[in-house]
């Protein structure tokens, strides 16, 4: 896309041997008595973009939020298992789940901007984060943030302007903006384009595979043709169930389960 | 795709005129009866105000009358060392009553006498001895004063009372007749009743006022608001943010729940044990009224800081725990600010509920008979609902338009705090 004028350096060599960003080991996910998600082994790579995908209430989206610990919010959710991030687990004892959602930005399924001006949305994470030290450092971040999503051309002369106030697809980006903000390693995306409309998911998919660079991807969706276009592999969960995981092209021509196949040609789901 | 229709979808919608000409008639009716519920509540509501205004508007001005005083030297003053404490303790009483004599020079009888003093108000002297005080300057000369007539006489002049001499009237025909003549020398007029904003309660009608009430009303929900705020909103953020769903907070919850309804008079039995009798707070004080009425108002509070707080969508929850703010980080910086708006309105809605609150406050004694005004937060003062409800029992005539005229700036204190609330509603509301 042209407006996406900036490069983003890559953190290291991606043509090297990949490294394992993410590992998930036997893990479970219980809200009360109930075993939504069951011994999911997984690795993730680095600087790849991953799409979980499966039918509504199959544990994609609650594997997805196991990553950033979004399910300790939750009251009565219990995770088992472990997943490991550059070797450690996540789930540690020394890990504090706020520095790990520092670590692990999320976007979320609705555009969620906060009721703030556009330049607050992206530079809320690195102000409680300390991240900047003047006002022209945040004002960098900010601009740096903003040209990643691609929204920086579009907003650069209303920053002060409410978010709220930016079309669906916008706001979307906005929402990546301000996960992009505060540097994680690994960007979370549950069904980022749910809500909108096809240009602005055009644009949000070319997105992704600009932020791949930088970042590592996982994002659910219930698009095969999203999974498809976007990611380089692609893990397929059904009734709580890891089924099958593997490069997106072999998943979808060439799947090894049956019930991977049913849900791609239509026939679960 | 069953190849045989039901029998109901066979037959297809009915679209008959007459059907659809009774569910618009339907429409309408219901539309009538909304309507007459409205306007039932609006006559309703205008029958108050009308017989509240009606009555007290008279309250506002007051009948004065015009004396000619002459500050005789001798007696305010003999030694003419102009001193205040010589000048305090003069009979003004006597220089007043001298003034009114000279107003009927023909002379009256000694029984007509005591008449014509008392169509004039006890407080003329203070008056008098007032502007003397702030003037001593003036001694010796005789100076016009626009002195209150009694009671009896501004009823009389507004038509409340009828003179007659048979005893069945307040006002007998002899001051009727002294009153007419006064008014016709144009020494009676009608001015704006100042002393009703300025003078705390007294026994005499035209010498009280609401001043007294209204700044005990103020330090009052003064005392109450700096209690119940912080207090209110901590308690609803924790319970609602921070607190872990068990039984313990369920029954917290329960008996929040309860505290809202219960008779405020119990909060006021509760003020008189503990805060009275245990702790040793004064009675009849601002202080203890305010502790007793932020008892009342607290679980109001708490419930609408938490349904406004409930209201906030969870998504703004997670986009802030998603950039790794820490959990009191969400609520301070996103959560608290989107529920202000609600938080601010169930408290001045809670605090208007306050205003207007008089039993819980008969019971720790601020129903007592002050005539100061008070000047601190445990000087016995009154407030709004309790100076009518001691008014509306006065026997006076005059008390029954004050009585009126207080509830009206009662209700206009309602009004200003549910406008404020409307305001700060306006002003902080998100859109999202």
New interface residues.
């Given amino acids: 896309m042209a407006e996406i004028n900036v490069t983003l350096p890559p953190r290291e060599s991606s043509l090297a041997a990949r490294k394992i960003k993410l590992s998930a080991r036997d893990v479970g996910v219980f809200y009360g008595p109930a075993n939504a998600l069951r011994e999911v082994n997984m690795d993730f790579e680095e600087h790849q973009v991953i799409s979980l995908i499966g039918p509504s209430g199959c544990g994609k989206s609650t594997f997805l939020r196991c990553i950033?610990r979004?399910n300790d919010?939750i009251?009565g959710c219990r995770v088992v298992g472990s997943i490991n991030m550059d070797g450690t687990n996540i789930y540690g004892a020394e890990i504090d789940p706020?520095?790990?959602?520092?670590r692990v930005?999320?976007?979320?399924q609705?555009p969620?901007?906060?009721?703030k001006s556009i330049y607050d949305n992206i530079a809320?994470?690195p102000r409680?984060?300390g991240m900047a030290s003047s006002k022209s450092e945040l004002d960098e971040v900010v601009e740096w943030a903003l040209r990643s999503a691609g929204l920086w051309e579009e907003v650069k002369d209303r920053l002060l302007q409410p978010g709220?106030g930016l079309s669906g697809g916008q706001q979307q980006r906005l929402?990546i903006a301000?996960?992009i903000?505060?540097h994680p390693e690994v960007i979370l995306m549950d069904e980022p384009c749910s809500a909108l409309d096809p240009i602005a998911t055009a644009k949000v998919e070319e997105l992704i595979d600009e932020l791949r660079q930088t970042f590592t991807i996982i994002i659910v969706t219930h698009s095969m043709q999203q999974a498809a276009r976007v990611s380089q592999r692609t893990a397929f969960f059904h009734m709580g169930n890891l089924v099958e995981e593997g490069p997106t092209d072999m998943i979808f021509t060439k799947p090894k389960d049956p019930r991977t196949g049913a849900y791609i040609t239509g026939r679960i789901g | 795709m069953n190849s045989a229709l039901p029998a109901a979808v066979a037959k297809g919608p009915d679209l008959s005129k007459a059907r659809i000409k009774r569910r618009y008639a339907a429409e309408a009716r219901f539309r009538f009866y909304g309507l007459g519920a409205i306007t039932f509540a609006v006559i309703f509501l205008v029958i108050l105000l009308g017989t509240i205004v009606s009555n007290g508007y008279s309250a506002f001005v007051a009948t004065t009358i015009a004396l000619d005083v002459h500050l005789d030297k001798a007696a305010i003053d003999p030694d003419g060392t102009k001193n205040l404490d010589t000048i305090s303790q003069a009979d003004f009483r006597g220089v007043v009553r001298t003034s009114i004599r000279t107003l009927f020079p023909e002379g009256t009888g000694r029984s007509q006498e005591r008449e014509l003093f008392g169509i004039f108000s006890e407080g003329a002297q203070y008056d008098v001895q007032k502007r003397v005080l702030n003037n001593p300057e003036i001694i010796g000369t005789t100076q016009r004063f626009w002195v209150k007539a009694a009671p009896d006489i501004d009823m009389l002049r507004k038509g409340y009372l009828v003179a007659a001499d048979d005893g069945t009237a307040r006002i007998n025909l002899t001051q009727q007749g002294f009153y007419q003549q006064l008014e016709k020398n144009g020494r009676v007029r009608t001015e704006f009743n100042t002393t009703f904003f300025t003078a705390a309660d007294s026994r005499e009608p035209e010498q009280a006022g609401v001043l007294g009430a209204m700044v005990g009303t103020f330090m009052t929900l003064g005392v109450c608001l700096i209690i119940v705020l912080p207090i209110g909103v901590a308690a609803a953020i924790y319970l609602e943010e921070f607190a872990p769903k068990n039984r313990w907070t369920d029954l917290i919850e329960v008996n929040i729940n309860n505290l809202a309804a219960v008779p405020s008079i119990v909060f006021g039995l509760l003020g008189l044990a503990v805060l009275l009798n245990w702790f040793g707070m004064p009675r009849s004080a601002p202080i203890a009224g305010g502790v007793v009425l932020a008892l009342l108002v607290l679980p109001t509070i708490i419930i609408a800081g938490r349904s406004a707080l409930k209201a906030v969508p969870p998504s703004i929850r997670e986009a802030a725990l998603g950039v790794g703010a820490s959990h009191l980080q969400t609520v301070a910086h996103h959560v608290l600010p989107l529920a202000m708006p609600g938080i601010l309105t169930g408290t001045i809605i809670g605090m208007a509920h306050a205003l207007g609150e008089s039993a819980p406050l008969l019971m720790i004694g601020m129903v007592a008979f002050v005539v100061d005004v008070p000047t601190s937060l445990t000087d016995a003062s009154t407030v709004l609902p309790v100076q009518i409800f001691l008014w509306a029992d006065a026997p006076e005539r005059a008390f029954v338009e004050r009585t009126s005229a207080a509830i009206m700036v009662l209700l206009v204190f309602l009004v200003l705090m549910n406008l404020v609330a409307i305001l700060l509603r306006k002003k902080f509301e998100r859109r999202w």
């Avoid at chain 1, 930005?105 to 979320?108: E, H, K, L, N, T």
């Fill in positions: 950033n979004m919010t009251p706020v520095e790990l959602r520092a930005g999320m976007v979320f609705k969620n901007p906060f009721p809320y994470g409680i984060h709220t929402c301000r996960a903000a505060v």
